[in-house]
Antibody, heavy 115, light 107 residues
């Protein structure tokens, strides 16, 4: 059974940092391109970042809205993908999902940025 | 960035009816399009990829079509479990972008 479990969310003040973890099982993680997608309180979906697999040199891509502030990374030995979020803004408030190429999705984790 | 314009924003239909949702891209996305279904409180689930390929386990009443900049999702013989929000997403070019969604309700 495929599982993706996101952790690390919570309430954080503007300007602070947070790191999300997505632990996976049930599929060949090392071959998967992994993404983070977020959903705003208004229910709009926004693609955030992607990291490709080793054969693609772990290339990374970001939405303009998070470029320079967020960093996606992965650890194939732990079948996990991460999202380091720095300099958080109130508009980063959302449910964050990790997804394996759109095929598999986690249940999501809430991130609230507020003073 | 490629803009995805999805319509309608909401839709009310009867059981057994056929429903169509449209997505228009701001430029040619060469069939790099997926459709997702999201039920309240749940994560999105893949229905269609490459514009017209049915994801494993998805009922055959769902189908996707289109090319270039115009794409559509059709649901034949609407069932009660199809009540959900539907989103299109282009993955032809970075940054990947989503449509604003269509909320489907029963009449």
């Amino acid at each position: 059974e495929v599982q993706l479990v996101e952790t690390g969310g919570g309430l954080v003040q503007p300007g602070k940092s947070l790191k999300l973890t997505c632990a996976t099982s049930g599929f060949t993680f090392s071959n998967a391109w992994m993404d983070w997608v977020r959903q705003s309180p208004e229910k709009q979906l926004e693609w955030v970042a992607q990291i490709k697999d080793k054969s693609n040199n772990y290339a990374t891509y970001y939405a303009e809205s998070v470029k320079g502030r967020f960093t996606i990374s992965r650890d194939d030995s732990k079948s996990s993908v991460y999202l380091q979020m720095n300099s958080l803004k109130e508009e980063d408030t959302a449910i964050y999902y990790c997804t394996g190429g759109g095929d598999y999705w986690g249940q999501g984790v809430m991130v609230t940025v507020s003073s | 960035d490629i803009q995805m314009t999805q319509s309608p924003a909401s839709l009310s239909a009867s059981l057994g009816e056929t429903v169509t949702i449209e997505c228009r891209a701001s430029e040619d996305i060469y069939n790099g399009l997926a459709w997702y279904q999201q039920k309240p409180g749940k994560s999105p689930q893949l229905l269609i990829y490459n514009a017209n390929s049915l994801h494993t386990g998805v009922p055959s009443r769902f189908s996707g079509s289109g090319s270039g900049t115009q794409y559509s999702l059709k649901i034949n013989s609407l069932q009660s479990e199809d009540v959900a929000s539907y989103f299109c997403q282009q993955y032809y070019d970075y940054p990947y972008t989503f449509g604003a969604g269509t909320k489907l309700e029963l009449k």
